[in-house]
């Protein structure tokens, strides 16, 4: 065997050894690579409740109330499966909608209602011009007539 | 034509300085009709308004910014494996220039997600594993200037290189792999893509631009240091008078 083919055995065979191990090591970090919890891992109790933590989902159609000091937001996150119960004081994201995807930063209460210090909007992978949106938006709204 | 003859410094020289112009022009074009695309054909954006249209910089930089790592790690393997000089000058020369689009990436990222998601900065798996991306190439960078030994500095480089080419396909998969607050891709190699086509074509544009305007800004860094560490040579000493 060549000078250089021990070397190129040597980096192949030191990809493969790294590969294996970041899979590993990725694998045993799964839980802490989560960055947020759907509310149905929440409902499994699979979050941890004694600490902070993230919720994230659609914001619930219908549920965004307002509280009278105009700061304080009150509305469901949900993954259509199950849904909870978010208290927020503070601005909202520009992007922040019902039906549109969220992230919130909290603790859960003792009364099954989260907490948020924090609330993101989180984008989705679609981007169209505004007639198209309406367009699906629209489209929606004829389904759900249709469903009801 | 002998191709291995452009695998040696002195005949790659002469060859880079005239390939130079044939992509830097190209890439200035491509760079101001993509960006007239992004900006006046484009549609604004049904949820975001105009505040999109920073990914006609922030996609291409960031793909660049993963593409360039491979290519480094993969000049840098044959450099290293072969002891093929001009391949580790390659790598070295690619460095700086992913280096860049990788800042350029979080940069503009970081300033689109303030008015979109409501922050500058989250820790989760695709930003921070992006920013890994960067201080490998800082670390490659400064792992090299740091020993006086080109032949040892290319090893080491090499080295680094390699163990980092780990990360790429981590951020790439982020998304999927796990819950993330930056959205998924939106342009996929199978499936349809979830971006309007004239959104689409400014990006790719600009994409392309980035690509010429990375391999004439290495070109141009690799003849310098082709220069620098062939200065014994005599051929350097005149090509630098």
Not at chain 2, 170 to 196: C, D, E, M
Request: proline share 4%.
């Amino acid at each position: 065997m060549k000078r250089r083919h021990k070397r190129i055995a040597f980096i192949v065979a030191g990809l493969t050894g790294l590969g294996i191990a970041a899979a590993l090591a990725l694998n045993a970090f799964q839980d802490n690579l989560v960055f947020f919890f759907s509310p149905s891992q929440i409902a499994a109790k699979q979050a941890p409740t004694g600490r902070t933590f993230r919720v994230g989902g659609l914001v619930q159609e219908g549920t965004v109330k307002r509280e009278t000091d105009g700061l304080t937001v009150k509305f469901s996150v949900t993954d259509t499966a199950q849904s909870i119960p978010v208290v927020y004081k503070g601005i909202l994201p520009d992007l922040f909608k019902e039906g549109k995807g969220c992230v919130a930063q909290g603790k859960i209460g003792a009364d099954g209602v989260f907490y948020a210090d924090q609330v993101l909007a989180k984008h989705d992978e679609n981007y169209m011009p505004p007639e198209a949106g309406q367009a699906i938006d629209s489209a929606k709204a004829a389904k759900t007539v249709v469903d009801n | 034509m002998n191709w291995y003859k452009y695998a040696s410094p002195t005949n790659f020289y002469p060859l880079a300085g005239k390939m130079i112009p044939w992509f830097a022009i190209p890439s200035a074009i491509l760079f101001v009709l993509g960006l007239y695309v992004g900006f006046f054909v484009a549609p604004t954006d049904f949820q975001q308004g105009d505040a999109y249209r920073i990914i006609f910089i922030h996609v291409p930089s960031a793909w660049m910014g993963m593409f360039l790592y491979l290519l480094m790690a993969f000049y840098a393997a044959i450099g290293w494996a072969f002891n093929a000089r001009l391949s580790s000058m390659m790598a070295s020369a690619i460095s700086i220039t992913g280096a860049m689009f990788t800042a350029l990436s979080l940069v503009t990222g970081s300033l689109w997600g303030k008015p979109t998601w409501g922050t500058y900065w989250v820790w989760d798996a695709r930003l921070t594993s992006t920013l890994i991306l960067l201080f490998l190439y800082i670390g490659f960078i400064s792992l090299q200037a740091s020993i006086d030994d080109r032949s040892r500095a290319d090893r080491a480089g090499a080295v680094l290189a390699i163990v980092g080419v780990i990360n790429v396909p981590i951020i790439y998969f982020s998304v999927q792999w796990w819950n993330t607050l930056h959205q998924g891709a939106s342009i996929r190699l199978l499936g349809k893509p979830t971006i309007a086509p004239p959104m689409m074509a400014a990006m790719l544009i600009i994409l392309a631009a980035c690509w010429l305007y990375s391999i004439a800004v290495v070109l141009v860094r690799l003849r310098q240091i082709i220069v620098e560490r062939e200065q014994t040579a005599a051929w350097a000493a005149e090509a630098r008078a």
